[in-house]
Structures are given as structure tokens and as C-alpha cells.
């Protein structure tokens, strides 16, 4: 049973800063491609950005393109997320989510932890 845990939410100020991590237990997902989604209230749930299993290839949402950057390290089998010049618009329930290919669907989800971004 593969467990997804984030961490490093919280409450900021916009121009601010936070970091996410998203630590994997119970395989390993060196291979996956993983991502972190977010949703906010009312809205449907986006993809952030998403990264390959070997960490070459990323990709971004549009709206974070330039302030966020998304990144692994296998050896800790942890995808990390870190998000600059923070906007209210940000604010949501952020999900790191992985799956085995492009092919496939996201077969993993964790728990999700909230960003607050206050103006």
C-alpha cells in the first residue's frame, strides 16, 4: 500500500514563500511521474505541475509558471514543490498525486495540505 504525505502548508503573506514536500512510503516511485494538484473552494481541482521519474522533464499551469518549481529526489523518495511570489489566487488545498506513465491515471493521492495566502 503506497501512502503520499504532504507537508509544509500554511498561512503567508502574498509576495511570500512556502515549500511542499510530498514523502512516499511503502514503494518506491522512482519511476512514477508524480505531481501536485490543487483545489480551491468552489472550484474543480487543477494541475500545478508535474515531474518525470527521472526529474528532466517538468511542466506547470500557466498561472505558475516562473514563481513555482517542482522537484524530486528518489533517493528519499520525496517531489517537493516550491512556490514564490505567492498571489491569493493561490490558495487552495494542494495534492501530491503519482502515476506508473502518461498512459495512466493518477493512482495515488495523498491527504492534501492547505496554502493560505493572505493580501
Known amino acids: 500500500q503506497v501512502h503520499l504525505t504532504e507537508s509544509g502548508g500554511g498561512l503567508v503573506q502574498a509576495g511570500g514563500s512556502l515549500s511542499l514536500s510530498c514523502a512516499a512510503s511503502?514503494?518506491?516511485?522512482?519511476?512514477?511521474?508524480m505531481a501536485w494538484f490543487r483545489q480551491a473552494p468552489g472550484k474543480e481541482r487543477e494541475l500545478v505541475a508535474d515531474?518525470?521519474?527521472?526529474?528532466?522533464?517538468?511542466r506547470y499551469a500557466d498561472s505558475v509558471k516562473g514563481r513555482f518549481t517542482i522537484s524530486r529526489d528518489n533517493a528519499k523518495n520525496t517531489v517537493y514543490l516550491q512556490m514564490n511570489s505567492l498571489k491569493p489566487a493561490d490558495t487552495a488545498v494542494y495534492y501530491c498525486?503519482?502515476?506508473?506513465?502518461?498512459?495512466?491515471?493518477?493512482?495515488?493521492w495523498g491527504q492534501g495540505t492547505q496554502v493560505t495566502v493572505s493580501s
Open positions: 511503502g514503494r518506491t516511485l522512482s519511476s512514477y511521474i
Open positions: 515531474i518525470s521519474g527521472s526529474g528532466g522533464s517538468s
Open positions: 498525486a503519482a502515476r506508473p506513465g502518461l498512459l495512466y491515471e493518477y493512482d495515488y
